[in-house]
Structures are given as C-alpha cells and as structure tokens.
C-alpha cells in the first residue's frame, strides 16, 4: 500500500511549466530516491508535496487523504516532514530552540521530551552543541539540525532535500549513515539528492527526473547499473 501517491503534477513559476504530469508512489517503510541535474524538478515536486508550493492540476495523496490543497502546517500534523535545502537554520537562535521549533504542531509535552532525547541519542553531537547558536554550527552539524528539527514533529514521512550539500566527503558518509538509521526505526523517507550514487546506494527505489518529468523508474539496484544513467548521472 502507497504511503504518498503523486498523480500527473503540474506545477509553474509564472510562465515556466516546471512540473509536467509527474506521477510517483512511495510505500510505507520505503527510501525513494529522486535523482535528476540542477533545474530537473525535484526541489519543486518535495515543495508541492510539503504545501510550499501549490499545484496547477494533479493530486498528492497521503495515506489514502488528499493532501493537494491543505496548507504545509496542517501536513506537518498529519505527519510529513520536509527538511529543505540550504538547511535553513535559525541562525539567531540555540541548537535546543531550533529544535524546539520542530515541535511546534505539538502540544504533549512529555512526549516532545521523548522526541528531544530520541534526537540526541541520534545525533551525540546536537546534545554537546544544545546552548551553541545555530550559526555558529559546521556544515555538517546544520544538517543534522536540521535533519533533528524535522524529526520534532514525529514525522511518518520525511522529505529530504541536497541532504549533502556543501559537505565533505566523510561527514557525506555520516549523513547517509543516519538517513538509514532513520529509516531503519520505521520512518518512510523521500530523497532528492545531487549524489545519486550515494542515494541509491541506500535507496530501495528510485525515480529519474528531467526537465519537470519522470524519464524512467526502477529499483534502485537496475538504476545504478543502466548505462545510461550511469553516464548521465554516476560520472562513469
């Protein structure tokens, strides 16, 4: 049973049709990587699903509820998380108020507590760092933020976004590690990533995206070996 269903998007920036018909599913327990170049598309299909954007005609379902026109906050609650590129921190503030912020569709405090400790267990480094300003943090500690922040929210689904960006190799591997670990404790997650090497090395499934539409789907297994994919997006 599909987690997400998406069914023929259509998405523009004024006059550029950016999204064109994109249909895919996510099923519960999955890693659904979407690869493509710059420009394909995929930050704009994870913004539609989250409620940034709005569609002009298609439908994104969640759980059997059509989530096409309900506003981002409310599918926060209903259990979708989006972390967004660039990371988006709030610079001014400690890495505890930041996370903090993720729970902010929450109202049990006991279990936002839960989910604080769950997030430190995750990522030691965040709970050393819990006074420092988020602005002050590395690259690669803003990420786990921000990975930690959308976890606040107790997500089912996580959409992540570059989750890569700007990192070095190692802590590229560090990041990859959680986002497993992650969905090894039951959270379904949606990956848009510029490394598709890396994403469909933990991917079970991936969707290959250009120029607003879907070109080819398949495991993630037969994507890493297709020539063709290897060539336009491996580097081999």
Do not use: C, W
């Not at 049709?17 to 598309?41: M, P, Q, R, Y």
């Not at 960006?165 to 959680?178: A, K, R, Y």
């Amino acid at each position: 049973m599909a987690m997400l269903t998406v069914e023929k998007l259509n998405v523009y920036y004024g006059m550029i049709h950016a999204l064109k018909d994109v249909s895919f599913h996510v099923n519960e327990g999955e890693i659904v990587a979407l690869i493509g170049a710059n420009g394909a598309g995929k930050t704009t299909t994870l913004q539609t699903v989250s409620g940034m954007l709005q569609a002009k005609s298609g439908s994104v379902h969640f759980e059997d509820q059509d989530i096409t026109r309900t506003p981002s906050h409310r599918i926060v609650q209903l259990g979708i998380s989006h972390v967004p590129e660039g990371r988006r921190m709030f610079a001014n503030l400690t890495v505890y108020e930041n996370l903090r912020m993720g729970a902010y569709t929450r109202k049990d405090k006991k279990e936002i507590e839960e989910s604080l400790a769950r997030v430190y267990e995750r990522f030691p480094r965040l709970k050393e760092r819990t006074r420092q300003l988020a602005g002050t943090l590395s690259g690669g500690e803003q990420q786990m933020l921000a990975m930690g922040r959308a976890l606040m929210s107790n997500p089912r689904l996580l959409l992540l976004d570059e989750p890569s960006m700007g990192l070095s190799p190692l802590l590229v591997s560090e990041i990859f590690d959680i986002i497993e670990k992650i969905s090894n404790q039951g959270v379904t997650i949606l990956l848009v990533e510029q490394n598709a090497k890396k994403a469909l090395s933990i991917a079970d499934r991936g969707y290959v995206l250009e120029t607003g539409s879907i070109v080819m789907e398949d495991t993630a297994q037969a994507l890493l070996n297709n020539e063709a994919i290897k060539k336009a997006y491996l580097g081999e």
